[in-house]
DNA sequence: GTGCACACGGCAAC
DNA sequence: TCGGTTGCCGTGTGCAC
């Protein structure tokens, strides 16, 4: 039997003691099948270079007759193989030891104990990881696959009949489809609950809605008069349970997505499974979703893979995204310009029987987005899973530096490389207690208001550096040598200029991400976008990874480095930009703003020519734009100009505002608001007249108490438990109240409150919190002193204009009597 | 009691 | 365990005077 297959879920059981792979995907027409693959695991030791050819040899024989006995089963080494392979980028001579059971790796790596074995390598590695390294039947690609049709069979224990699938394979071979690209869209169906308790299991489960394509249903116990036709009514919570494992095997998805349903849907319907002694058997083995511990457990179930949109948006997209939160409401309608019903939780029992309507309104519109949510980040999952080589549960779970990892251990094959081990407990703790080193380089700018700018900036300005200069844990050398890099970090550290596989990876990850981005500009599609994309991110996160204490290739030098010689290029194309008769206004890390002192922009284009001329490697500076006006101001305490505020006007008069109040979501929207129109005003106008009589109206209007509270309302997130701050804090008090009004305070929650009038005008600001639904005035001096003056004092310092003044009504008086 | 420096805490820039 | 450092600014806190 021959088929097309793309690989979709891996997992891994044991028959008589020996690893096999069940795989399940797709074939070419739409048939749910699965693969059975034998796998042969294998790890590294890594020898002494002086050792013998006879003692190699002894080495081997012993090592053969390695075995272990635990968990029911005898592990042996099957055979072993001397190489010359490289490790950390040098010729190594190393033995690869072929086991029966890969789980059992670590305990025979630890039986390993010769004197001249130097390391032990790849035993770390998750089993599906390793496989998918081996044999290279590669994620969401298309395989032709030669192999016996398993029915009913003795083989495996049955495994075939248990499992729902149209179709079960035990493989004979398999090639990858070059070449061929045969669509493939995944079925996907979302889900979402609702529950009448906050708490994981505590209350009941009132309803859950389903959406796919061309299906749409909500089920509910709750038995209401009138109820729109995708209701579906059960007798009881356990019989709507029930219905919803049933719907889901009976629409067979390929990936089953919810919005944090890892931490919220899944667990629920767990805990209210157990209550109700049911099984959640939605695997297409029957078997219960597995929760793999993390610090959120994963919900995993076999054969259809689960996606948590949220986990996927908050690693990879959500730098990315305007959001001011990552609720599915904000993401929602920022991707599709659609938000969730509108509708205020109750308890359901003092709910009236039209309320009912309009939640299950609710609970289908919050599957509607996260199935629209998840149709259109399916070309970047996709993407991602094929770049990196990782599963899709995988991948839509990992942070950006695992990706990084992965995408390194997938592509090592190529350097002949074995992989490096993970950081065990003792090695983080010491690596995360190294001091900091130092970053790059902010310019102090003078706080003005400046015409006709320009900004260059570095393209891909990490990347470019770890690739042009060699910088890695491979390339780091123990002391200086000939022709070797010498970085000053605070102490002189020396890098090979001999190519490192990781700044290697990383050239090819940017010229994959260039030529991608071409052929997107020529046929604008979103897998195009998508993998252009997938390649920008990855060599952007590369930079961190190396820093990051959890890597393999964890590399402080090469962090370090790369900042050092981050600054020494930032500044000399400073200087360089000032020689030229520019003036350079301010400078962050990559970018440059100067003033283009009567030159035109073809002189600016020259210069920047010029610059590029002399820059090593892929180093590469470009226009980011021109502008028409930029405002620098100072800082709140002192007269020098504060770094990482600014904003700008462009030429075709976009504003583009940076670390102002207007962009942080923990100052309310009044001041926000209000700094955003004076920033405006005062960029487009080129002087403050306009911005001025903005204030006062709005200074007028918060003395008049025609404030909307909505606009007063201050957001702070609770980065902790309540118990652990030292500091109590306005938004600390906030989530006492809260918590005992009854409602369930997490760490990550994003606290709303206000500031209030009390008798006592010189109370501490925490005394004056209340809830949005406390009833009482908003402090007035509160919000003229604490949150619109330090929202406005220093634009108007630019035109030497006291605000004070304004607020505390002196020179309005002034100014009315002229 | 007031003024100051500093720690804590959150969020942004890159 | 689950990228990094730099920087701003409000609020709270402890100390000097």
Redesign the pocket.
């Given at each position: 039997m021959e088929i097309s297959f793309i690989p979709l879920d891996y997992d891994y059981f044991d028959w008589q003691g020996k690893n096999y792979l069940k795989i399940i995907g797709r074939s070419e027409d739409g048939k749910k099948v699965c693969i059975i693959d034998s796998f042969q695991p294998h790890f590294w030791i890594i020898l002494n270079e002086k050792i013998s050819e006879k003692r190699i040899q002894e080495i081997q024989k012993k090592i053969e007759e390695i075995k272990v006995f635990c968990s029911n089963r005898t592990t042996k080494v099957l055979k072993t193989q001397f190489c010359t392979k490289n490790f950390l980028g040098k010729p190594v001579k190393a033995i690869k030891i072929f086991i029966s059971n890969y789980k059992d790796a670590w305990a025979i790596a630890e039986k390993i104990d010769f004197k001249e074995v130097r390391a032990k390598r790849e035993y770390d590695l998750p089993l599906i990881t390793k496989y998918i390294i081996e044999k290279k039947l590669l994620p969401l690609s298309w395989n032709r696959v030669t192999g016996e049709i398993l029915n009913n069979s003795q083989e495996f224990d049955g495994l075939d009949s248990s499992l729902e699938v149209d179709l079960c394979l035990k493989v004979k071979k398999f090639q990858k489809l070059e070449n061929k690209e045969i669509l493939f869209n995944p079925k996907i169906l979302a889900f979402d609950i609702e529950a009448d308790e906050f708490d994981i299991g505590k209350g009941e489960i009132l309803m859950i809605s389903l959406v796919g394509k061309n299906f749409k249903k909500v089920l509910t116990w709750k038995k209401t008069r009138k109820k729109p036709e995708y209701v579906e009514v059960f007798e009881n919570e356990a019989e709507m349970i029930k219905a919803f494992v049933n719907y889901v095997k009976k629409l067979d998805p390929d990936i089953l997505t919810g919005y944090f349903s890892d931490g919220f849907d899944l667990p629920y319907l767990r805990a209210r499974a157990e209550k109700n002694k049911l099984r959640l058997n939605l695997g297409v083995d029957s078997r219960q979703p597995n929760f793999v511990r993390?610090?959120i457990s994963s919900a995993k179930i076999f054969g259809i893979v689960h996606v948590d949109l949220f986990r996927f948006i908050e690693?990879v997209y959500s730098?990315y995204l305007q959001s001011?939160t990552l609720s599915l409401n904000d993401v929602a309608w920022e991707l599709l310009g659609e938000k969730k019903h509108d509708f205020k939780l109750k308890n359901q029992k003092t709910l009236k029987e039209e309320e009912w309507k309009d939640y299950f309104e609710y609970n289908l519109q919050d599957s509607v987005l996260t199935y629209k949510l998840t149709e259109k980040f399916w070309p970047d999952m996709q993407e991602f899973c094929k770049i990196i080589q990782e599963p899709l549960f995988e991948i839509t779970r990992n942070?950006?530096?695992?990706l990084v990892e992965s995408y390194i251990l997938h592509n090592l094959e190529k350097y002949d490389e074995i992989a490096e081990k993970?950081?065990l407990?003792d090695e983080?703790a010491k690596r995360r207690s190294r001091p900091?080193?130092?970053?790059?380089f902010?310019l102090q700018p003078k706080a003005a208001l400046y015409e006709n700018l320009a900004i260059f900036?570095f393209t891909s300005?990490w990347p470019s550096i770890i690739v042009t200069f060699n910088l890695s844990k491979s390339t780091l050398l123990e002391k200086k040598e000939k022709d070797s890099l010498e970085v000053d970090i605070g102490k002189k550290v020396y890098f090979s200029k001999k190519p490192g596989f990781f700044p290697e990876m990383l050239r090819e990850i940017i010229k994959r991400r260039k030529k991608h981005k071409a052929e997107y500009r020529k046929n604008e599609n979103p897998i195009l976008k998508a993998r252009s994309n997938a390649y920008k991110l990855l060599a952007n996160?590369s930079?961190?990874?190396q820093?990051?204490?959890?890597a393999r290739y964890y590399c402080p030098e090469a962090?370090a480095a790369a900042?050092a010689i981050s600054r020494e290029f930032t500044k000399k194309t400073i200087d360089k930009i000032n020689e030229k008769g520019y003036s350079v206004i301010y400078s962050?890390?990559?970018?440059i703003a100067f003033k283009l002192n009567g030159h035109t922009k073809r002189e600016a284009l020259d210069l920047l020519k010029e610059i590029n001329s002399h820059l090593p490697g892929i180093m590469e500076l470009e226009l980011e734009d021109f502008y028409k006006r930029g405002i620098w101001?100072t800082?709140?305490?002192g007269e020098?100009g504060?770094?990482?505020?600014y904003a700008l006007i462009n030429d075709q008069g976009k504003l583009k505002?940076?670390?102002f109040e207007t962009?942080?979501?923990?100052w309310c929207n009044l001041a926000r608001n209000l700094q955003n129109q004076i920033l405006e005003s005062i960029l487009k106008e080129g002087n403050e007249k306009k911005a001025l009589k903005i204030v006062k109206e709005t200074i007028k209007k918060i003395k008049n108490r025609d404030v909307e509270k909505e606009d007063l309302i201050i957001?702070?997130?609770?980065?902790?438990p309540l118990a652990?701050?030292?500091?109590?804090?306005?938004?600390v008090i906030a989530a006492k109240k809260l918590k005992e009004s009854g409602i369930p305070i997490d760490a990550g929650m994003?606290i709303e409150y206000y500031i209030g009038e009390t008798k006592n005008k010189k109370a501490?600001?925490?005394e004056r919190v209340k809830l949005p639904d406390e009833k009482g005035n908003y402090d007035i001096n509160?919000y003229l002193k604490?949150q619109i003056l330090?929202a406005i004092e220093?634009i108007f310092e630019v035109f030497n204009i006291n605000v004070n003044e304004l607020i505390e009504g002196k020179k309005q008086m002034k100014l009315d009597v002229f």
């Open positions: 993390g610090k690693s730098q001011e942070s950006m530096s695992q993970r950081p407990h983080i900091k080193y130092e970053g790059a902010v900036d300005y996160a930079y961190g990874y820093g990051f204490f959890g962090s900042t962050d890390t990559d970018s101001v800082k709140r305490t020098f504060a770094k990482k505020k505002i940076r670390g962009v942080r979501r923990d957001r702070t997130q609770l980065k902790k652990e701050y030292k500091a109590i804090t306005p938004h994003l501490l600001v925490r509160y604490n330090p220093n």
